[in-house]
């Protein structure tokens, strides 16, 4: 079990930010991963992610001028192109010579795609290959659909305890109590889903949704819905009725090994969805953040390095969580591909 802080996986895409977060002509500095990117989107709307930090004496670029095609830095006005190369020194004088080419700050991949952009963080030098050569693709929508509605918030926790929360069937009862939804647990009752391997994960094999859950109903008859989690921590929720379709996304980006973004968005094909954006951010806001407020406070008992535990069954998933992280550091590790350790199962619990 992990305590405050836990191994990031590399040789993986992460969702950086919502491509409508960077405009054209302009940068946005982020640190993922512990590193500090600046993401940026030129005049021909195309985006890229260079190191945030100017390799002759080291302030951050984000300070600098963007021109729509080279980044000056503050400093001592080096300029930089979109691959984070040198390609002007305005101290040169004629004679000098400096190999421009060798001077670079250097850059992650970055493909904006479904309304998102998405960033590439390698083991070493190697490029995305096979599955992993594009950024996951959520179900149903095309490339140029984006989601119809983001929130974020940080939440001060590594990735698996993120992660453990993502795809936790039981604290719902307990976390999520609002005096307009649920006002504190009452009667559990017995749940029994079965979960079979998946992409770089695991899914929860698609059910009905009951019909006496109405607000389900606006997609129509026969709602059914089916739940992915993969890594590095992707919980992709695809559900279908007669006449419409909803895809929700939660995603979680480490900020560092003790930090974490988490990102939940939808995509909808009904249209008029867009007049309940307000009431939706409202509630989703308030969701998230009593995820957030749980591991404000476990952050505590964590600082203790006590000893944690996974039960069964309602623990599984963390445990695969884990199972498949370790399987895809050793597999990096050794040089081979990955092999995915969930087995198909039907789970039981209460909640
Ligand atoms: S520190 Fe950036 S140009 Fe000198
Ligand atoms: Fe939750």
Known sequence: ??????????????????????????????????????????????VFA?????????????????????????????????????????????????????????NWRCVEQQGLIWVYF????????????????????????????????????????????LMDPTHAAYVHTSWWFKRQATKLRPKEKKFEPADYGWRMVRHQIPPQNLAYRILGREVSTEITYRLPGLRIEEIRGNKHSVVGLTAITPVSDEATEVWQMFWATPAWIGALKPLLRKLMTIFLDQDRVVVVRQRDGLATSPKLMLINDADTQARWWMHLKDEWVNAGKEGRAFVNPVKARTLRWKS
Not at 12 to 37: D, F, I, N, Q
Not at 69 to 97: A, K, N
Not at 134 to 157: H, N, Y
């Open 1 to 46: 079990m992990q305590g405050l802080k836990a191994e990031l996986l590399r040789g993986c895409w992460y969702l950086a930010m919502p491509a409508a977060s960077l405009k054209r002509h302009a940068t946005v500095a982020k640190t993922l991963l512990g590193e500090p990117l600046l993401f940026g989107r030129g005049d021909d709307g195309k």
């Open 122 to 165: 390698p083991r070493g030098d190697e490029e995305p290959s096979g599955d992993e050569a594009e950024p996951p693709r959520m179900p149903i929508f095309g490339d140029d659909v984006g989601p119809k509605l983001t929130i974020t918030l940080p939440f001060p926790c590594s990735t698996d305890h993120a992660a453990f929360g």
């Open 50 to 106: 260079i190191r945030n930090t100017c390799p002759h004496r080291g302030i951050p670029l984000q300070y600098g001028r963007f021109d729509g095609e080279t980044i000056m830095c503050t400093y001592h006005g080096w300029r930089f192109d979109r691959t984070g190369t040198c390609v002007e020194i305005p101290s040169l004088r004629e004679g000098q010579t400096a190999d421009l080419s060798k001077i670079r700050c250097g």
